[in-house]
Every structure is written in structure tokens, then in C-alpha cells.
């Protein structure tokens, strides 16, 4: 079983405290000296479980690490006492533009997610010169279109093999509809979760609906951890926190784009309720990671063409003296220093980065932040120029591709602004076992959407959609139809669950 075996958990949690300071020597040589491996670089699982004995010592390194202290716990908080102390001045909220024109921005938004999601998906887990190679090949570099088999060199073929589960189905000859990913299933849970909850939806509500609705299979690392917390019966936040030491990678930023999508142009409510979410799974960078995503997502839901101020958001709702900040400004740094402004100019920038987080496995958030935000700013927010260097970049490219095709669809503006051979192939059509979603429209979504958003105060007109939710969180008509599902419960407040 993937990313729970507790002998693969010792390596990553003996990275993890490389990564937050944490003297961990005296227990990797104890490790090492029994037999145990270090993590594997890429798969979910070592090829073969370990020895009982192996499996218990693991069991009990795994507390003592995490009983080391972190000299960083100070200036990266999790709790919203300490966030809101080293966060003290959120961005304020500001009227959306052209209001009426929502839900078409919407629309471009999870277009955008899915183009970019499904442009990385053959690539993903491939090393940065696997993909470069790839496209070489097939006379695709710079990348500027959906990678293909035509033409592809046997030789290179055999030495970077697709993504098995993606090669059917999100290649440029055979991409019909947008397959099922988790980046467009954890929206779509999203999506769920605010239609029953409301805005003002706690972390136990986000709990109570992925026991209902998602399948265990289809989480991966610190989720399928919060996952497996939750069965044995730890609350939120301790899922997040329990023999987790995937609690600071990628997977609550992809959570958060619905709540950027449904708070346009209030960058600090869409952070605060990514956070709600991400502390089910995720604790400090992690956590990080998808209030920045949020409240890049919200500026540009409110209006707009310019990502810089986006991505100045983003990074208004995190600790400025966090790792995840310093990551940000370091790819926009890099991207604003490069010269020639062009795609081919951007493999510098990614190849820095790589040197920089070359300790960090793929799926970590600081390496895969960095990069989105250096593509983000290098392309200037231009939809294609922005979706190809953040996937030519390596790491977790469909994820990657997913938030800056969301961010750059909604500057875009409307499905009519983004490139037809970029969204003809997805046929207004998403694959899903997310209950009652599969097959539906990008048009239908986008109305769903639209009408669990909150206009801040001062946003003039309406945004045309049938119910809205209120800013305390109380639903409206249920958008599907009928009563909401059996999982609703009271609404309570924000921080009931994750104070620490």
C-alpha cells in the first residue's frame, strides 16, 4: 500500500526535519544501522514491506522524531493565534470588476485548471531532462502544445517512459474530454463542501465529506496519511500531524482553488477558508501553500490582467519569514532577472531552482511553488506561455499546470480568450468519480460556482447566478436540485477544530 508503509515513512520524515531544522542524526544512523532504507525518490512505496522487527523500530523512530523540536515552529505557525500574529495585516477586499461577467471567468478558470492539469499529466514523475528530452524529439520545444508520441525517438522512448495511467488519454492524439485527476476532483469536493456547508464550513465538515464521498484510492500522500488518521480516530488537526511526513507537500494547494474562485477579489477570506481545509491534512508550509494559492486565485477572480499583483496576494496571507514566502520571491526573482524574457531563456530559471531544491522531493510544496510563481511571473500571466514553462519545469507538472492555467484562465477573462487547440480537445466534458460530476460541462461548473461566490462590499450589479451564499455561511437553494447531502451539519465556527 502506497504511501503509508511506516518503513518508507521514516526516510521522508528524516528528510522532512533536514528540511525544518530538526537534529535527526543520531536517529538515521540507528535506522540505517538496523536495515532501513532512506525514502524512494519517486514511487509511493519500497518494493518490498519490511520485517516485523524493522516495521516496530520504525513505529517508534518515527515518534521520537517527532518529538524533536523545530527551531523554525516560531516564524511558521499552523494555529490561527500564531498566524494571525505573524500574518498581522491581511490584504483588504476589493470590489469585483464587471460582476456580471463571473461566471465566464469561472469558466475559463476550470478550463484552465483542466489544460494545464492534462498537459502534465504524461509527464508527471519524469525527470526535468525526461521531459526535455520528450519534447526535443518530437519537435516540441519550447514546449507550446500537448506532448505527443509522434515522431518520438525509440531510444528516448525506452529511457523516460510516460506516466502509464495518463498515456491513454492526455496525449495531443488521443485527449478526448478531461480524464479523471485529483486536481480536478479535489475542486469538485470543493465544490461540495460549500454547496452544504455554506462559507462558514469547519474542518470536520471537509472530514465528514471526504468519508462520504471520496474514495480512499484516490488520495495520495498526506491525504491518504489524514485519511488513515481518520479511521483509526484522531481528530483534526492532529490528522495532519500524526505520523505525517508528507504534512508539507503540494496537496493542499491544489485544494484551494475553489475557494479563491468563490471569494473573487477578497484574498484574505479565500486564505482563511484554504486554511480550514488544508489543516485536515497539512500543517505549516503545507498549510501555506494553499492560502497563497487561494488568495492569488481571488485577485484574479475579482478582475483584472495583472498576475504580479496576484502573486503579491498570495504572499500578503503567509508569514513573510516562512520558508514558503522566501520560496515565492525566489522564482519571481529569478524570473524577473533572467534576460531574454523568452521560453527558451526560461530553462535557466528552472535549472537554478532545481539546483536550489535539489534535497526536496517533487511533490514538496517549496520546490513546486517557486516554480509557479517564476512561471507565472516570466510569462507575465499570458494562459500558454504560462501553463508550458511551469510543466516544462519539471516537479509536479500536472499540479503545477492545473493552478497556473486557473490563475491565467480567469485573467484571460472567458473561454473565448484562451487558445481553441488548447480547449477544443477537452470537449466541455470531465471525467470523475467524485459522485453526481462525471461527464458534467465546464459551463455547468462554472454556474455552480458562480453562485456560492461572495462579492465583497462596494462590488456594484450581480453576478447573474440564481442563489449566492452569504459571507456567514448560510446556503442558499441547493444548486444540485434537491435537499443537500446526509453529511450536512450544523454550521459552526471557523476555528472550532484547529486551534492548537
Not at 461540495?192 to 471520496?214: C, K, Q
Not at 503545477?400 to 492555467?405: E, H, L, W
Not at 487558445?419 to 468519480?433: F, V
Not at 436540485?481 to 450544523?490: E, F, L, N, Q, V
Request: glycine residues 12%.
Amino acid at each position: 500500500m502506497t504511501w503509508v508503509q511506516v518503513e518508507d515513512l521514516v526516510g521522508h520524515e528524516l528528510r522532512q526535519a533536514g528540511e525544518d531544522g530538526r537534529d535527526a542524526a543520531d536517529v538515521r544512523a540507528r535506522w540505517l544501522a538496523a536495515g532501513g532504507h532512506l525514502a524512494p525518490e519517486w514511487a509511493g512505496a519500497s518494493p518490498d514491506p519490511a520485517a516485523p522487527g524493522l516495521r516496530a523500530l520504525a513505529e517508534q523512530l518515527l515518534d521520537e522524531l517527532a518529538s524533536l523540536p523545530s527551531p523554525l515552529a516560531e516564524r511558521e505557525p499552523t494555529g490561527t493565534a500564531g498566524l494571525r500574529a505573524a500574518v498581522p495585516a491581511p490584504p483588504r477586499a476589493a470590489p469585483v470588476e464587471r460582476p456580471d461577467a463571473l461566471a465566464e471567468r469561472l469558466e475559463a478558470a476550470w478550463l484552465g485548471r483542466a489544460v494545464g492539469c492534462v498537459l502534465g499529466k504524461p509527464v508527471e514523475k519524469l525527470p526535468l531532462d525526461g521531459i526535455r528530452a520528450i519534447a526535443v524529439s518530437t519537435g516540441n520545444w519550447p514546449l507550446r502544445g500537448y506532448f505527443t508520441e509522434v515522431g518520438l525517438d525509440p531510444r528516448v522512448a525506452a529511457r523516460f517512459p510516460w506516466n502509464r495511467r495518463s498515456r491513454p488519454t492526455s496525449l495531443a492524439e488521443n485527449i478526448d474530454g478531461m480524464p479523471e485527476d485529483d486536481d480536478l476532483n479535489y475542486p469538485l469536493l470543493g465544490l461540495m463542501l460549500l454547496e452544504a456547508h455554506g462559507h462558514g464550513f469547519g474542518t470536520r465538515d471537509v472530514a465528514r465529506l471526504w468519508l462520504d464521498e471520496l474514495p480512499a484510492g484516490r488520495t495520495f500522500t498526506a491525504e491518504r496519511i489524514a485519511y488513515r488518521n481518520l479511521l483509526a480516530g484522531l481528530e483534526p488537526p492532529r490528522t495532519a500531524e500524526w505520523r505525517n511526513p508528507f504534512r508539507e507537500w503540494i496537496g493542499a494547494l491544489i485544494r484551494a482553488d475553489v475557494f479563491g474562485w468563490t471569494r473573487p477579489g477578497d484574498p484574505a477570506a479565500a486564505a482563511d477558508e484554504a486554511r480550514r481545509d488544508a489543516v485536515l491534512t497539512h500543517t505549516a508550509n503545507g498549510v501555506y501553500g494553499a492560502m497563497f494559492a487561494a488568495a492569488a486565485v481571488a485577485r484574479a477572480a475579482g478582475g483584472g490582467t495583472d498576475v504580479h499583483a496576484c502573486l503579491a496576494a498570495g504572499l500578503d496571507v503567509v508569514p513573510p519569514a516562512s520558508r514558503l514566502a522566501a520560496a515565492v520571491r525566489l522564482g519571481i526573482g529569478l524570473a524577473r532577472a533572467e534576460p531574454s524574457g523568452t521560453a527558451e531563456g526560461f530553462a535557466t530559471v528552472v535549472d537554478e531552482l532545481h539546483r536550489r531544491f535539489r534535497g526536496h522531493h517533487w511533490v514538496h510544496v517549496l520546490p513546486n511553488v517557486a516554480l509557479l510563481a517564476a512561471a507565472l511571473t516570466h510569462a507575465d500571466g499570458d494562459f500558454a506561455g504560462s501553463v508550458c514553462r511551469v510543466v516544462s519545469g519539471g516537479w509536479d507538472t500536472d499540479s503545477n499546470g492545473a493552478t497556473a492555467g486557473s490563475v491565467t484562465g480567469l485573467l484571460a477573462g472567458s473561454p473565448a480568450a484562451l487558445p481553441g487547440e488548447w480547449t477544443r480537445p477537452l470537449r466541455n466534458r470531465l471525467a470523475s468519480t467524485v459522485g453526481g460530476f462525471d461527464g458534467i460541462g465546464f459551463d455547468a461548473l462554472a454556474r455552480r460556482t458562480a453562485a456560492l461566490a461572495v462579492l465583497p462590499t462596494g462590488t456594484t450589479g450581480t453576478t447573474g447566478a440564481a442563489s449566492t451564499t452569504d459571507a456567514a455561511g448560510a446556503a442558499g437553494p441547493h444548486p444540485r436540485g434537491h435537499d443537500a447531502p446526509a453529511h450536512r451539519a450544523p454550521v459552526r465556527g471557523p476555528s472550532e477544530e484547529d486551534a492548537r
